[in-house]
């Protein structure tokens, strides 16, 4: 709580805050004493019930199977991310209880561990918290969703915690379907140990203002870590991804890759720093974000960052915002594709290079439904 109060809400003027335009009245949210109804089981559970499963609705664990455990005491899942923000301080203040998956030594996890995060009451600050830690010579995949009623307004506050030990291997997929009047302001962490490999996957859907800042870094010798992202804005959404990921360590190596598009009035925005420091020689890294735009009132952001405090490593980035491509039309459409289906084709082409590589495939045809449904009420307004 000191800290919370130390801190102010965020700055629209500072860096990591530019092109959001985030206007926010904090006054007219409160803070919950108890969950909601629910909204059901989600379409995506598994129908075997995976591994584990855990439904956090506004903030409160209110169910927990398997892999899943539900932690009351807040303080110690949030040890691995010490509030440095003001939203992580508000969270780790006021959050209720977390979703803590931990996984020993030496096991290696069959099916995914299910994990819902529900915004049901409007008004409401809800901050729901999810803590993984696995550990030396693991596996595990863990899947996230995201989801509120189209006409909810709230903010809600998710915290997403993850440490993987030596040698393991962790997918985490985020599927983010807040609904068209929420706030979200999300925060997760990634800390990777020696030689292992972690894959960080976010599909960017719904939300008012979304926001998604990844801190990630490569503690261990050998470390690898890929971050995948898909998003599609439409309406005025807001769709705002920060990614910052430190090599701290040798042999180190890392891959940002993200594919967006937005319509109608809606933006995105993208920011990612790749920091080396002195000791990650040998680190290869790289970032990519490319971005189509799809209406003449909408906006996408892109600007990639390296800093570099080594001498011995390869490093690039790159990114490209831009309109469908009419070459690409023209080829189409000279193989017998009308205009309207040349385009959807374009759109559906460009997604796939980042869906396919997310590690749970097999919710892959779901994901691509979602994003070409977007494409055909843009598609349809236009």
Same mark, same amino acid.
């Given at each position: 709580?000191?800290?919370?109060?130390?801190?102010?809400?965020?700055?629209?003027?500072?860096?990591?805050?530019? *092109?959001?335009?985030?206007?926010?009245?904090? @006054?007219?949210?409160?803070?919950?004493?108890?969950?909601?109804?629910?909204? %059901?089981?989600?379409?995506?559970?598994?129908? %075997? $019930?995976?591994?584990?499963?855990?439904?956090? +609705?506004?903030?409160?664990?209110?169910?927990?199977? #398997?892999?899943?455990?539900?932690?009351?005491?807040?303080?110690?899942?949030?040890?691995?991310?010490?509030?440095?923000?003001? *939203?992580?301080?508000?969270?780790?203040?006021?959050?209720?209880?977390? +979703? +803590?998956?931990?996984? #020993?030594?030496?096991?290696?996890?069959?099916?995914?561990?299910?994990?819902?995060?529900?915004?049901?009451?409007? %008004?409401?600050?809800?901050?729901?918290?999810?803590?993984? !830690?696995?550990?030396?010579?693991?596996?595990? &995949?863990?899947? +996230?969703?995201?989801?509120? !009623?189209?006409?909810?307004?709230?903010?809600?506050?998710?915290?997403?915690? =993850?440490?993987? $030990?030596?040698?393991?291997?962790?997918?985490?997929?985020?599927?983010?379907?807040?609904?068209?009047?929420?706030?979200?302001? #999300?925060?997760?962490?990634?800390?990777?140990?020696?030689?292992?490999? @972690?894959?960080?996957?976010?599909?960017?859907?719904?939300?008012?203002?979304?926001?998604?800042?990844?801190?990630?870094?490569?503690?261990?010798?050998?470390?690898?870590?890929?971050?995948?992202?898909?998003?599609?804005?439409?309406?005025?959404?807001?769709?705002?991804?920060?990614?910052?990921?430190? /090599?701290?360590?040798?042999?180190?190596? &890392?891959?940002?890759?993200?594919?967006?598009?937005?319509?109608?009035?809606?933006?995105?925005?993208? !920011? $990612?720093?790749?920091?080396?420091?002195?000791?990650?020689?040998?680190?290869?890294?790289?970032?990519?974000?490319?971005?189509?735009?799809?209406? @003449?009132?909408?906006?996408? /952001?892109?600007?990639?960052?390296?800093? =570099?405090?080594?001498?011995?490593?390869?490093?690039? /980035?790159? !990114?490209?915002? %831009?309109?469908?491509?009419?070459?690409?039309?023209?080829?189409?459409?000279?193989?017998?594709?009308?205009?309207?289906?040349?385009?959807?084709?374009?759109?559906?082409?460009?997604?796939?290079?980042?869906?396919?590589?997310?590690?749970?495939?097999?919710?892959?045809?779901?994901?691509?439904?979602?994003?070409?449904?977007?494409?055909?009420?843009?598609?349809?307004?236009?």
């Amino acid at each position: 709580m000191d800290r919370f109060e130390s801190l102010s809400p965020p700055d629209p003027s500072a860096e990591e805050w530019r *092109y959001a335009e985030l206007a926010l009245d904090l @006054a007219a949210f409160s803070l919950l004493e108890e969950p909601g109804p629910s909204l %059901g089981e989600h379409r995506l559970a598994p129908a %075997g $019930g995976g591994s584990g499963r855990a439904s956090v +609705v506004d903030g409160f664990v209110t169910s927990t199977e #398997g892999l899943a455990k539900r932690l009351t005491d807040t303080d110690t899942a949030a040890e691995a991310s010490p509030p440095d923000d003001w *939203y992580s301080a508000a969270s780790t203040a006021f959050g209720s209880d977390a +979703v +803590v998956v931990d996984i #020993g030594a030496g096991e290696t996890v069959e099916g995914p561990v299910f994990v819902d995060l529900q915004a049901v009451t409007p %008004g409401a600050i809800t901050l729901p918290r999810l803590a993984i !830690s696995v550990g030396e010579a693991s596996s595990v &995949s863990i899947v +996230v969703t995201q989801r509120s !009623s189209d006409d909810l307004e709230a903010l809600v506050v998710p915290h997403i915690d =993850i440490e993987v $030990g030596a040698a393991s291997r962790v997918g985490v997929t985020v599927v983010q379907e807040w609904g068209a009047r929420t706030v979200a302001v #999300g925060r997760p962490r990634l800390t990777v140990g020696q030689d292992a490999t @972690a894959v960080f996957a976010e599909a960017g859907l719904g939300g008012s203002y979304s926001r998604l800042r990844l801190d990630a870094d490569l503690e261990g010798r050998g470390a690898s870590v890929t971050v995948l992202g898909a998003y599609f804005g439409e309406g005025d959404q807001t769709l705002d991804y920060r990614y910052f990921m430190r /090599h701290s360590a040798p042999n180190t190596t &890392s891959e940002m890759f993200l594919k967006g598009a937005v319509a109608d009035e809606s933006r995105s925005v993208f !920011s $990612g720093l790749i920091r080396i420091e002195p000791e990650g020689q040998g680190t290869n890294a790289h970032q990519t974000n490319r971005n189509l735009v799809l209406g @003449a009132a909408a906006e996408a /952001h892109s600007v990639p960052n390296l800093e =570099i405090l080594a001498d011995d490593v390869r490093c690039g /980035h790159g !990114s490209a915002v %831009g309109p469908l491509d009419d070459e690409q039309r023209y080829y189409l459409m000279s193989r017998g594709l009308d205009r309207r289906r040349a385009d959807r084709l374009q759109v559906k082409g460009f997604f796939e290079e980042a869906l396919r590589r997310f590690a749970h495939t097999e919710f892959g045809p779901e994901l691509r439904d979602a994003v070409m449904a977007k494409y055909a009420r843009v598609e349809g307004a236009a």
